[in-house]
């Protein structure tokens, strides 16, 4: 018996000061904080259902209004939120060298093809390896892959003309996740699938198996490794299962061989990184960027890699963060944009007037330069980035001790250590109505040449924030205006019975999603 009460205490001790102790991290601090329930924290909000991931990030946003940060705790770990933007450009920009991680997740011995991919790198092997694949990543780089993205969008388009119905009922998230799905199949992996005439290729089947955290068993998995790392090291378990992995990782490295044994050159973003790895690169200068919220690439300390040193496995994983980042993330944009033009119907013939014109100007075809030239198109696809933002949080790593100076009179130091995690939540920031007017407003004249003068600098950060940025953000831009020009060009989109409006947020999906999906429909037009 005794000895069960001991256990019991000290189960208890141990309990206490792994799970509660941290709970009250911030008011230590003097930090505001919200009041987080034992063991979850603020997890509770989405991990028993009370609200979706981007309502529950704009709660935490709205908790104490007119400060530039508060607190909150994922499971037992301290978090916090940053919302005055002079702070976040202080920490992601000028201070960047102190804050130059992502929180780690996985081990690179568990879970190697997540580990090594651009987002999940720290410290130096980061910096070295953004500076590699930069160059990759240009304007003139992106150019070059045009004719793979707007010909997926084409055939995408295609594959409901054949239809040849005047009014076809269509759920877009799943729809747009097929288009999204071909367009990094063909780019990254240099695989040609069309998931509309093939629903079941493995491709396709393989990414809504990653993004799918649905299932109780996957969601415990991921809890598992936020709250207890070095168990779920100890057992081996890591983001994906070993089939997952072993599909992505086969599908470059046949690729390659393949392209290497016949001498196959491919211009997409695979056969850019292999001649790079070769030593050749091939640089332009007259490409046009694509478009206001293209994020700018950063001068950093990294002084890349030699890139004959990458290995498959290292081009695998880097395929595989760009098949996460455009599977899900600019699907969702997507689907969200189609949603806004499908009730926002002055806004959607506008811009096909836009499109048909300058269709008819190239001679009934769409090319690189004249897609990029459209400016109510670049309007329209800022306002979706604005309300519906790809990532609705971001966070970093605190890899230096760093002290917050106090501005306000309210505030005083807070003084973060190594590890010390903070949230960016781009979604409260972009719903913030100091930051824009009418914030639930679909309006892209935000972005007209005059009002976009007035937008306060790191209140629009669509694609993040400093030398962390996303990398693919002209990739994502020039797939979602071919979509939507291909799209608009020959259907209009309109809301059906089974249309939800507004939109409501499903509090079950582990990834921004509509509850029962978005069901609209496209409407053949009869001449453009």
Not at 44 to 69: A, D
Not at 266 to 277: G, Y
Request: proline share 5%; charged share 25%; glycine share 6%.
């Amino acid at each position: 018996m005794m000895l069960w009460i001991i256990l019991s205490i000290t189960l208890a001790v141990l309990a206490w000061f792994r799970f509660l102790k941290p709970m009250n991290h911030f008011t230590k601090l003097g930090v505001k904080q919200s009041k987080p329930w034992p063991i979850v924290g603020d997890q509770w909000t989405h991990m028993f259902q009370k609200m979706s991931l981007l309502e529950s990030i704009e709660f935490y946003y709205n908790m104490f209004p007119g400060t530039r940060y508060s607190g909150i705790y994922q499971f037992h770990i301290p978090t916090l939120i940053i919302k005055d933007p002079e702070l976040l450009k202080q920490l992601t920009v000028r201070d960047f060298d102190h804050f130059t991680d992502h929180r780690t997740l996985v081990d690179a011995d568990v879970d190697p093809l997540w580990a090594g991919n651009l987002f999940a790198l720290t410290g130096r092997k980061w910096k070295d390896m953004r500076a590699t694949l930069s160059g990759s990543f240009t304007s003139s780089k992106i150019k070059k892959m045009f004719h793979f993205i707007n010909g997926t969008a084409e055939n995408f388009v295609a594959f409901f003309l054949n239809k040849n119905e005047k009014l076809i009922e269509v759920e877009m998230r799943d729809t747009f996740s097929r288009f999204a799905n071909d367009i990094i199949a063909t780019t990254a992996f240099g695989i040609e699938v069309d998931s509309l005439k093939s629903p079941s290729n493995p491709f396709h089947l393989m990414g809504k198996r990653i993004t799918d955290y649905a299932p109780l068993l996957k969601r415990l998995r991921f809890f598992a490794i936020l709250i207890m790392p070095k168990l779920t090291k100890f057992f081996n378990i890591g983001l994906f299962d070993k089939e997952l992995s072993s599909f992505f990782y086969k599908s470059i490295k046949e690729t390659i061989q393949v392209r290497e044994e016949k001498g196959i050159v491919r211009r997409d973003m695979l056969n850019t990184l292999l001649e790079a790895r070769k030593g050749i690169q091939h640089e332009y200068s007259d490409a046009i960027e694509t478009g206001f919220a293209t994020v700018k690439e950063s001068a950093h300390s990294g002084q890349g890699i030699d890139f004959a040193n990458l290995t498959d496995a290292d081009l695998a994983a880097q395929a595989m963060v760009f098949y996460l980042a455009g599977f899900d993330t600019i699907s969702n944009a997507m689907c969200f944009g189609s949603y806004e033009l499908a009730v926002n119907k002055e806004i959607q013939n506008k811009l096909r007037s836009e499109i048909v014109e300058t269709h008819r100007l190239n001679g009934g075809k769409v090319t690189y330069d004249s897609l990029l030239k459209m400016k109510y198109m670049d309007k329209v696809i800022s306002e979706i980035l604005r309300k519906w933002p790809p990532a609705g949080v971001v966070d970093r790593v605190a890899t230096k001790p760093y002290t917050i100076e106090p501005v306000n009179a309210d505030e005083k130091p807070v003084n973060l250590r190594i590890g010390d995690v903070f949230w960016i939540p781009i979604f409260g920031i972009h719903r913030d109505p100091k930051n824009f007017e009418n914030p639930t407003n679909f309006d892209p004249e935000r972005f007209s040449d005059a009002n976009k003068r007035n937008i306060k600098p790191y209140t629009y950060v669509p694609f993040g924030a400093g030398p962390r940025n996303c990398i693919g953000s002209r990739f994502a831009l020039l797939e979602m205006k071919s979509l939507f020009y291909n799209l608009l060009l020959n259907f209009e989109i309109e809301p059906t019975k089974t249309t939800t409006v507004p939109i409501k947020l499903s509090a079950k999906s582990f990834n921004p999603a509509p509850e029962g999906g978005i069901w609209l429909g496209l409407k053949r037009l009869t001449s453009t």
